[in-house]
């Protein structure tokens, strides 16, 4: 089994940063990449930025040059900061990991595992 737990969110005023945290625990063989999705109701999650471990960090447009995504690959946690926050940055954003599972590995391929989510709001 595997879990990823979310820290952070909450209720902020537009212009302030917020920073989220992800820590995946549990029955890891090895993480391919870890990131942040968000979603609002109505609207399919979208990606918001991702950092593969062997790779460079990818960001969406929309939070390009205000978001800065990290990694600490020993503790398997994942950070995501944005500044300058917007409304249109309110979402519940959510933990994902592509990673094999000690199971996925002997199975032969990885998975996507996700938190459970957390809101975020950005108030104008």
């Known amino acids: 089994q595997v879990q990823l737990e979310e820290f952070g969110g909450g209720l902020v005023q537009a212009g302030g940063s917020l920073e989220l945290s992800c820590k995946a625990s549990g029955s890891i063989y090895s993480i391919k990449s870890m990131g942040w999705y968000r979603q609002v109701p109505g609207i399919e999650r979208e990606l918001v930025a991702t950092?593969?471990?062997?790779?460079?960090?990818y960001y969406t447009d929309a939070v390009k040059g205000r978001a800065t995504i990290s990694r600490d690959n020993a503790k398997n946690t994942v950070s995501l900061q944005i500044n300058s926050l917007k409304p249109e940055d309110t979402a519940v954003y959510y933990c994902?990991?592509?990673?094999?599972?000690?199971?996925?590995?002997?199975?032969?391929?990885?998975?996507?595992?996700w938190g459970q989510g957390t809101q975020v709001t950005v108030s104008s």
């Open positions: 950092l593969p471990t062997d790779g460079s960090a």
């Open positions: 994902h990991a592509n990673l094999y599972s000690y199971e996925d590995y002997v199975a032969g391929f990885e998975n996507d595992y």
